[in-house]
């Protein structure tokens, strides 16, 4: 958070009886002062809901924040199971993939944190994920995808979930082939560089994040491509080979000739 770096949340006076709840009110009191421009933040309900605030924008669309203040295995898995619960079912107009995706890949990490003795939270957090994610339709996101299908498997194997999940967990999903993606100057006529544009209305910063040397690009996508391989996992890769320019004759005589 912006200018508590040296703050040690482990010494924050507790607020109605508890250190969470004061962690909670700190935080929203920080972070309500960076909604959109024309945007009011709302609080809904008390510091230790779903949704700490959310703020509903000019086209209808609504961000949502939350923070949770764990302290062990057990907390982080009650406080999951609670967090998706409520984000899916008490907001359901907070639809931004990114949330859903970022929700369920910590209940992973969640998950395989747990050990024997949180079981149970682990099955509910499990069963919940199982059936938000692979009831149809279902959201074709593969880092979503990819994080459910690591719980479930997970909880197969732990008998925490039967083993027919699997089926409903794979492949196919029934998901629409993607179309072309957009052109890098359709991104740059709709979200490139504009002058003296406000900066809460710009998308340049995003675009020259990933398009050109930003942190992102840098650091996510450049290695990600780097390390593409159109090999399976398990099959061996060839040896790499110095490869010399290799002179067809018989295209070089079809060129002569016409």
């Not at 910063?205 to 398990?234: C, H, K, N, T, W």
């Amino acid at each position: 958070m912006p200018g508590v770096s040296e703050l040690s949340f482990k010494t924050l006076r507790t607020w109605n009886g508890e250190q969470s709840r004061a962690f909670e009110e700190l935080s929203f009191q920080l972070l309500k002062d960076w909604v959109p421009a024309g945007t009011q933040a709302i609080r809904t309900g008390n510091p230790d809901g779903g949704v700490e605030w959310y703020a509903t924008l000019s086209d209808g669309t609504e961000w949502g924040w939350q923070v949770k203040h764990v302290e062990g295995i057990d907390a982080l898995l009650t406080a999951m199971t609670g967090s998706v619960e409520r984000v899916a079912k008490e907001r359901p107009d907070l639809d931004d993939p990114y949330i859903v995706q970022r929700v369920v890949v910590i209940a992973y990490g969640s998950v395989l944190r747990s050990s024997q003795e949180q079981a149970d939270q682990a099955k509910a957090l499990a069963e919940l994920v199982h059936s938000l994610v692979f009831t149809r339709p279902i959201r074709p996101d593969e880092l979503l995808l990819d994080a459910a299908r690591g719980i479930v498997r997970w909880a197969v194997a732990h008998e925490l979930l039967p083993a027919s999940t699997l089926g409903s967990s794979r492949r196919p999903y029934g998901l629409k082939v993607p179309g072309p993606p957009p052109l890098e100057a359709t991104i740059k006529a709709k979200y490139g560089w504009r002058k003296d544009q406000p900066a809460d209305e710009s998308y340049s910063s995003i675009d020259f994040s990933l398009m050109g040397m930003g942190d992102f690009a840098r650091y996510v996508v450049e290695p990600g491509v780097r390390q593409f391989s159109r090999y399976r996992i398990g099959q061996p890769y060839p040896e790499w080979q110095r490869r010399e320019p290799r002179f067809v004759k018989s295209r070089w005589q079809t060129l002569l000739l016409h």
